[in-house]
């Protein structure tokens, strides 16, 4: 396509040329031959006009009564005076077109003799004999005398100096035009050859694109417009190649989160089902046997309650990864005193699992939220803590207030194995479940995604390092500032 561009351009211009060269060339001969008719037309009727003076007063000073008679007698004395006059030759016919006298008749033999015909007919006229670049004319007039015609004088005169001069400036024309057009001509090649390399390699750029190659980028340095289109292209790439990397990357997301909202929601199902076959399973058998069996009624019961206990907890939580507190006011919570609240409830799980909780919260730990969400909060972080932590090992809980005021800052520090990078990364999204080797019979792991959706809510960051075999899980909340409630 472009080449057909590039042969056009070329094709074009020299067509152009070529005839503009041919129509400029056709103009000048012609202007300079009419130049040249009219200059000898001049010349002629200025040869005219002083033969007629002096055959006129030749017949003044020798009147005869026949005028016929004198022209014929006086021909060859008229004609050598004629001669040395105009620097012409010259030949005087009779009014029949009889040659009286000659002074070169190798000059007047072998051409044309229109001219003398015409002036028989008593016209006045010339032609003009083109021999390469000279020009020799006739001219032939008739000589009348008191209204009387008596004779012809015909004149043979040489204009090739006249012809060969404008031969030389038509040559110089000719030659300087063609240099001139020449040099358009290549001006104009290696302009379309500018325009029309850039378009193939466009041309070339836009092939690769359409075959899925976004690394391709065009090298062209020109602060032209073609420059701005090669700039405007490289970058429209580059956009695409952004826009299809985020698209990339938002479908692994999604994928994954759909790969993981599948887990989710076969976990949910199958704690859900276990439980719930349980209760039911004794429910009948209790329904059958009454209190016939006072002791695998009473522990028929025992388990409905626990399971039906931890059914309620599982409710919870899912309902808890979707409330956003949008109902409920925030208050100036102290939290440094929900803490220590919360640790001294959970010290007896801990004391369950042979572990013991360590806490060292300054006083006046005041945030801003909701004081209900907040304790769900640190009990979720203690509880995951006690569960992960390593056998008889002891927690560390700290709360504090940095030095700026801004912020309320806890870690909570448990010994144990650690976690690999790509679950600490993991282990805040809703629907992540972890390593079954660390999951705890009956969790389906939503207790750390609720914890992020209420530091979310409270306009807080938390994030989690695990190494040298110690987890450590920082929490950051927006400091309240000193008054009542926001």
């Given amino acids: 396509m472009v080449r057909t561009i590039r042969a056009k351009f070329v094709i074009g211009f020299f067509l152009i040329f070529c005839l503009s060269f041919l129509v400029l060339n056709v103009t000048l001969k012609e202007y300079i031959r009419s130049s040249n008719r009219s200059i000898i037309t001049s010349d002629l009727i200025d040869l005219k006009n002083n033969s007629k003076v002096f055959v006129r007063q030749a017949f003044l000073i020798n009147h005869f009564t026949n005028d016929n008679l004198y022209f014929d007698q ?23 077109g009889i040659l009286l006298y000659s002074s070169n008749e190798s000059k007047f033999a072998g051409r044309s003799t229109e001219d003398l015909r015409l002036a028989l007919e008593g016209k006045t006229t010339y032609t003009i004999t083109y021999e390469g670049s000279t020009g020799f004319v006739l001219y032939s007039y008739p000589v009348v005398i008191d209204g009387v015609k008596v004779g012809i004088l015909r004149y043979a005169k040489d204009f090739s100096s006249l012809y060969e001069q404008t031969g030389r400036i038509l040559n110089i024309l000719f030659n300087l035009a063609l240099v001139i057009f020449l040099a358009a001509f290549l001006f104009s090649y ?76 076969d976990n949910v199902t199958h704690e859900l ?17 009454g209190e016939a069996d006072r002791v695998f009624f009473d522990k028929g019961m025992t388990h409905i309650v626990d399971e039906s206990r931890r059914l309620h907890g599982m409710v919870l939580n899912l309902l808890e990864i979707s409330h956003r507190g949008a109902s409920e006011e925030n208050k100036r919570v102290d939290t440094g005193a929900l803490l220590r609240d919360v640790c001294e409830a959970m010290d007896i799980r801990a004391r369950r699992y042979k572990k013991r909780i360590v806490l060292a919260a300054e006083d006046g730990l005041f945030v801003l939220g909701q004081a209900d969400r ?99 899980v920082y929490v950051e909340l927006p400091a309240a500032a000193k008054g009542g409630d926001g």
């Fill in 74 to 96: 006086m021909a060859e004395e008229m004609v050598g005076d004629l001669n040395r006059a105009t620097s012409s030759d010259v030949s005087a016919y009779t009014v029949d």
């Fill in 273 to 289: 089902k276990t439980p719930l076959t349980s209760i039911l399973g004794y429910a009948e058998m209790i329904r059958e046997n």
């Fill in 190 to 265: 290696m302009l379309s050859r500018n325009i029309t390399i850039p378009l193939v390699k466009l041309t070339r750029a836009s092939t690769e694109v359409t075959k899925g190659n976004l690394n391709v980028r065009l090298r062209i340095r020109r602060k032209d417009e073609i420059g701005r289109l090669a700039d405007n292209f490289n970058e429209m790439i580059e956009r695409i190649d952004s826009q299809i990397a985020t698209i990339g990357r938002d479908r692994d997301r999604l994928q994954s989160l759909m790969e993981q909202e599948k887990r989710f929601f």
């Fill in 374 to 472: 907040l304790r769900q909060l640190f009990i979720n972080l203690l509880d995951n803590a006690i569960k992960y932590s390593a056998p008889m090992s002891d927690l560390t809980i700290t709360g504090e207030k940095p030095a700026t005021g801004a912020t309320v800052r806890f870690t909570f520090r448990n010994p144990g194995q650690t976690l690999s990078a790509e679950q600490v990364t993991s282990v805040f999204e809703p629907f992540y479940s972890g390593d079954k080797r660390f999951k705890e019979e009956g969790s389906v792991g939503l207790g750390l995604s609720i914890v992020k959706t209420i530091m979310d809510d409270h306009n807080g960051t938390i994030h989690m390092d695990s190494s040298g075999g110690q987890t450590t």
